[in-house]
């Protein structure tokens, strides 16, 4: 009887020690990383200063990298650990700012900027999340406001033509007509002279 007891003895021991060994992993083990983009996709204009939104949380210590894919090929942005360093890539370099929630911030867009930027949130134990946001840029549309400028200047110059040549033509007509009228005058005042004369 004594042997079971010290089998069951130990059983019940290495049992509780597993026990607390399973639940100490269980408690290290990463909850997982929760990345929300709340705005997916943005419109913006050239030179516009935009915020790419994310919210990230999760347990430890993470890494968070932004990536910009378009046509012209993929370019990292930025990589940083929370709370430790940044690495901005240097086209970038005077662009970017970056916030502790995982969002940044990018100045003076330009029409390179388009296109799709990717977020990867790894965690100390390499847990990945990811996230994506859409970028549309678009050109402020300059020639079309430069267009309605110069037919308006040219509509006004010819107005202001067509108003001096009527103004013109009407001071020739009246000059014309008073001239006309003088001779009609002095032609019938020597018709009646010389109708005087001869009676």
Not at 45 to 72: D, F, N
Not at 74 to 94: F, L, M, Q, R
Request: with cysteine.
């Amino acid at each position: 009887m004594t042997p079971l007891r010290g089998c069951r003895g130990r059983c019940i021991v290495v049992g509780t020690v597993t026990l607390c060994l399973a639940a100490g992993w269980a408690l290290q083990t990463p909850r997982g990383v929760s990345l929300v983009v709340p705005q997916p996709n943005i419109n913006a204009t050239v030179a516009q200063t935009i915020l790419l939104s994310v919210e990230y949380s999760g347990g430890g210590i993470a890494t968070i990298e932004w990536k910009h894919v378009s046509s012209w090929g993929t370019t990292k942005i930025v990589e940083w650990k929370s709370g430790n360093y940044v690495n901005i890539s240097t086209v970038y370099k005077d662009r970017v700012t970056t916030f502790e929630n995982g969002s940044i911030q990018l100045r003076n867009v330009g029409m390179r900027d388009a296109g799709y930027y990717f977020i990867t949130v790894t965690e100390e134990y390499g847990t990945n999340t990811y996230g994506t946001i859409i970028l549309n840029v678009y050109e402020i549309i300059y020639e079309d406001l430069h267009f309605v400028a110069v037919l308006f200047a040219f509509l006004a110059a010819l107005s202001a033509i067509l108003i001096c040549f009527m103004w013109l033509c009407n001071k020739s007509l009246n000059l014309v007509q008073k001239k006309v009228t003088h001779q009609l005058t002095a032609s019938t005042t020597e018709e009646i002279e010389l109708e005087n004369i001869e009676c």
